[in-house]
T-cell receptor
Framework: IAGITQAPTSQILAAGRRMTLRCTQDMRHNAMYWYRQDLGLGLRLIHY???????GKGEVPDGYSVSRANTDDFPLTLASAVPSQTSVYFC?????????????FGEGSRLTVL | AQRVTQPEKLLSVFKGAPVELKCNYSYSGSPELFWYVQYSRQRLQLLLRHISRESIKGFTADLNKGETSFHLKKPFAQEEDSAMYYCAPPPSDAGNMLTFGGGTRLMVKP
């Protein structure tokens, strides 16, 4: 059972370049999330999706976009990367967008923007 | 939005000492809270949730509605407990964002 798979694991990117972080889950969870983890700031929600075909903005959505064409995939795109987007990105899913539900996380994607 | 706060960014204790990682919440309604842990080089994973009232790896967390707290406690810390700990409310519908606490790094010294 793979759970949540993120790719790439690590990437160095020049500022201004476009980058898509991939996230795939095989648990048929309705809800999916993207977080960034920064030292001293903890985990901050970028975007989320409660079900296929719908997305919503989190705390720090600027500079990022997402799509949810199907249940399994939830890619995160940086249209024009900037150094402040250097971070570790985590994708997560849960089996319920409402009420109590455990979050399952991917292993993270470490992105460095130069 | 449901909010949780972890006032300590770093907590350092010696092996065998008691440990308490603080978490305070600030939203109305019946709170349902979780503790997640991230060990070095591993993904975040659920440690425990308050509705289950269970003890995982010796950790417990009691919801205190009077103090609006959900502190994580362990009577005798072990070196393998060294990790990053996050307090969080459950996922919820659009309009209520899942907002983690800032996280507390626990260091257990030998």
């Amino acid at each position: 059972i793979a759970g949540i798979t993120q790719a790439p694991t690590s990437q160095i990117l020049a500022a201004g370049r476009r980058m898509t972080l991939r996230c795939t889950q095989d648990m048929r969870h309705n809800a999916m999330y993207w977080y960034r983890q920064d030292l001293g700031l903890g985990l901050r929600l970028i975007h989320y999706s409660n079900t296929a075909g719908t997305t919503g903005k989190g705390e720090v959505p600027d500079g990022y976009s997402v799509s949810r064409a199907n249940t399994d995939d939830f890619p995160l795109t940086l249209a024009s990367a900037v150094p402040s987007q250097t971070s570790v990105y985590f994708c997560a899913s849960s089996d319920s967008g409402l009420g109590a539900g455990e979050l399952f996380f991917g292993e993270g994607s470490r992105l460095t923007v130069l | 939005a449901q909010r949780v706060t972890q006032p300590e960014k770093l907590l350092s204790v010696f092996k065998g000492a008691p440990v308490e990682l603080k978490c305070n919440y600030s939203y109305s309604g019946s709170p349902e809270l979780f503790w997640y842990v991230q060990y070095s080089r591993q993904r975040l994973q659920l440690l425990l949730r308050h509705i289950s009232r269970e003890s995982i790896k010796g950790f417990t967390a009691d919801l205190n509605k009077g103090e609006t707290s959900f502190h994580l406690k362990k009577p005798f810390a072990q070196e393998e407990d060294s990790a990053m700990y996050y307090c969080a409310p459950p996922p919820s519908d659009a309009g209520n964002m899942l907002t983690f606490g800032g996280g507390t790094r626990l260091m257990v010294k030998p």
